[in-house]
């Protein structure tokens, strides 16, 4: 099968999250099951930059608002479609806002034009490559599903992956002549949203199929309190929606080779993680006295559940634990974790921003992993942290509930228990989240076998990958 994957970003060239993740290792776990995904992508500075050889496919004269090409290349193992158009993607800032944090005014032209160009290949613009399935990735790209749908094309198939349902591209209705749509696109079969132009919900509405990144959510989006708007129609479309849960690229995230890491190690000689304990808290500026270490790698924000780690750094720090942090976003909860730096010195730091070698000497070193999100599609911090033998401390939401195993006693006696949940997700519950972790800690035998039956779960891009195309082969025999 000839899959076109179409993605706002991907790793490693592009990436803002976890979508990147995605976009990037998804092609090679599916080349294991005979699909062929080459992968549409804008063409930012850095993507353009990456590109050693080149070939031109295809040119547009206006492409939404200035001329335009895709350039066909190989980059490491991607194999890319890149949309070189200099007036929506070759700017300083951000991908999606400006050096300001605003939104770039033009986000709906930038991913209209992404979604557009999706749909011609699809129709065959390039001589000798006509993808048999367009895969959209969020709402930059779920606009593909409308382009087909609209554009009369019959033959395609259109997968939507919601990797987060709280960002759904919403734009007001006189954006709508300039989609280049038909008329009779602009209506609630289409992508009318509220009076206005939804991306996401068109992708929704036109799509063949929905997907999202974990069981659990996909149940979690049908309702009001995690549909966010949208669970009428995806209650509508039931019988379209899986939820498929990601992998990592277990060859990238490898602890036995990782040269990120002080030292490598594997699940059969844990010992060696704590010379990278030492190099983290050396990092971080923290105190080395064997006390357990949790590590952070987040965006700073409500959604991940920061203010409540906020709330309870004085309790962590009284059960003699540390805290690493490294992450940025919401400017009230940077300077709460700087706060909590400055007046828990040794025992607590903070970096802000993002380092992506450092965010894995934090899954190698830290040995609790803290992710307490009010909702998570998937979530790959929880998966790298089992990768690494670090022990993964989250809410029961989305992914997080999908992949963990709950350290009560039932699971440690049958030795299946590979992390700690709580919920409901507030700042009572975590607490004493971390006050059971802390007990864990000082049970070394027990500590040692979730790091190893961590270590030991299938992470990998495999299982996913094959229901990936057993959906795509259902798809195409329909």
């Given at each position: 099968?000839?899959v076109?994957?179409?993605?706002?970003?991907?790793?490693?060239?592009i990436?803002?999250?976890?979508?990147?993740?995605?976009?990037?290792?998804?092609?090679?776990?599916?080349?294991?099951?005979?699909?062929?995904?080459?992968?549409?992508?804008?063409?930012?500075?850095?993507?353009?930059g990456?590109?050693?050889?080149?070939?031109?496919?295809?040119?547009?004269a206006?492409?939404f608002?200035?001329?335009?090409?895709?350039?066909?290349?190989?980059?490491?193992?991607?194999?890319?479609?890149?949309?070189?158009?200099?007036?929506?993607?070759d700017?300083?800032?951000?991908?999606?806002?400006?050096?300001?944090?605003?939104?770039?005014?033009?986000?709906w032209?930038?991913?209209?034009?992404?979604?557009?160009?999706?749909?011609?290949?699809?129709?065959?613009?390039?001589?000798?490559?006509?993808?048999?399935?367009?895969?959209?990735?969020?709402?930059?790209?779920?606009?593909?599903?409308?382009?087909?749908?609209?554009?009369?094309?019959?033959?395609?198939?259109?997968?939507?992956?919601?990797?987060?349902?709280?960002?759904?591209?919403?734009?007001?209705?006189?954006?709508?002549?300039?989609?280049?749509?038909?008329?009779?696109?602009?209506?609630?079969?289409?992508?009318?949203?509220?009076?206005?132009?939804?991306?996401?919900?068109?992708?929704?509405?036109?799509?063949?199929?929905?997907t999202?990144?974990?069981?659990?959510?996909?149940?979690?989006?049908?309702?009001p309190?995690?549909?966010?708007?949208?669970?009428?129609?995806?209650?509508?479309?039931?019988?379209?929606?899986?939820?498929?849960?990601?992998?990592?690229?277990?060859?990238?995230?490898?602890?036995?080779?990782?040269?990120?890491?002080?030292?490598?190690?594997?699940?059969?000689?844990?010992?060696?993680?704590?010379?990278?304990?030492?190099?983290?808290?050396?990092?971080?500026?923290?105190?080395?006295?064997?006390?357990?270490?949790?590590?952070?790698?987040?965006r700073?924000?409500?959604?991940?559940?920061?203010?409540?780690v906020?709330?309870?750094?004085?309790w962590?720090?009284?059960?003699?634990?540390?805290?690493?942090?490294?992450?940025?976003?919401?400017?009230?909860?940077e300077?709460?974790?700087?706060?909590?730096a400055?007046?828990?010195?040794?025992?607590?730091?903070?970096?802000?921003?993002?380092?992506?070698?450092?965010?894995?000497?934090?899954?190698g070193?830290?040995?609790?992993?803290?992710?307490?999100?009010?909702?998570?599609?998937?979530?790959?911090t929880?998966?790298?942290?089992l990768?690494?033998?670090?022990?993964?401390?989250?809410?029961?939401?989305g992914?997080?509930?999908?992949?963990i195993?709950?350290?009560n006693?039932?699971?440690?006696?049958?030795?299946?228990?590979?992390?700690?949940?709580?919920?409901?997700?507030?700042?009572?519950?975590?607490?004493?989240?971390?006050?059971?972790?802390?007990?864990l800690?000082?049970?070394?035998?027990?500590?040692?076998r979730?790091?190893?039956?961590?270590?030991?779960?299938?992470?990998?891009?495999?299982?996913?990958?094959?229901?990936?195309?057993?959906?795509?082969?259902?798809?195409?025999?329909?």
């Amino acid at each position: 099968m000839d899959v076109l994957s179409v993605a706002s970003e991907v790793y490693p060239l592009i990436k803002t999250g976890g979508l990147a993740d995605v976009a990037g290792a998804l092609p090679g776990a599916l080349a294991s099951q005979d699909v062929s995904m080459r992968t549409l992508v804008p063409g930012y500075p850095q993507v353009i930059g990456a590109i050693k050889k080149g070939r031109s496919v295809a040119q547009f004269a206006d492409l939404f608002g200035g001329p335009a090409e895709l350039i066909a290349a190989r980059v490491g193992d991607l194999d890319l479609i890149v949309l070189d158009a200099k007036h929506l993607f070759d700017r300083a800032g951000g991908i999606y806002v400006d050096a300001t944090g605003k939104d770039w005014e033009d986000n709906w032209q930038r991913f209209a034009a992404l979604s557009w160009v999706a749909a011609e290949l699809a129709k065959g613009l390039v001589a000798g490559y006509r993808p048999e399935i367009v895969h959209a990735h969020d709402w930059q790209a779920a606009m593909a599903a409308a382009y087909v749908a609209f554009g009369r094309d019959e033959t395609t198939k259109v997968v939507v992956t919601i990797h987060n349902i709280a960002f759904q591209g919403a734009y007001p209705a006189d954006i709508f002549p300039h989609l280049r749509l038909p008329p009779d696109a602009f209506a609630m079969s289409g992508v009318e949203y509220y009076g206005g132009v939804g991306f996401l919900k068109a992708g929704l509405q036109c799509a063949h199929a929905i997907t999202t990144v974990s069981p659990t959510y996909a149940r979690e989006i049908r309702t009001p309190a995690f549909g966010m708007g949208l669970e009428g129609l995806l209650n509508e479309r039931s019988h379209d929606l899986y939820g498929i849960l990601n992998g990592i690229d277990d060859g990238a995230w490898n602890p036995q080779s990782d040269p990120d890491l002080a030292a490598n190690f594997a699940a059969a000689n844990t010992r060696k993680r704590e010379v990278n304990r030492v190099a983290l808290a050396d990092r971080f500026g923290l105190e080395e006295d064997g006390s357990p270490l949790f590590g952070i790698v987040s965006r700073l924000t409500w959604q991940k559940g920061i203010d409540i780690v906020a709330e309870n750094v004085h309790w962590l720090v009284s059960l003699g634990a540390r805290l690493a942090v490294l992450g940025s976003g919401d400017p009230d909860l940077e300077i709460a974790m700087e706060e909590a730096a400055a007046r828990f010195p040794g025992r607590v730091g903070f970096i802000k921003g993002y380092d992506e070698g450092l965010s894995h000497l934090v899954q190698g070193g830290a040995d609790v992993v803290l992710v307490p999100s009010r909702f998570e599609p998937c979530g790959l911090t929880q998966l790298y942290a089992l990768r690494y033998g670090a022990i993964p401390l989250v809410s029961r939401v989305g992914g997080l509930a999908d992949t963990i195993i709950d350290a009560n006693e039932a699971a440690i006696e049958a030795g299946v228990a590979t992390g700690v949940q709580f919920s409901p997700v507030d700042g009572p519950n975590l607490g004493e989240a971390i006050s059971r972790t802390v007990s864990l800690y000082q049970r070394p035998d027990i500590w040692a076998r979730m790091q190893r039956k961590g270590m030991k779960t299938d992470v990998s891009w495999t299982n996913s990958a094959r229901k990936y195309a057993a959906l795509y082969g259902a798809l195409l025999n329909r």
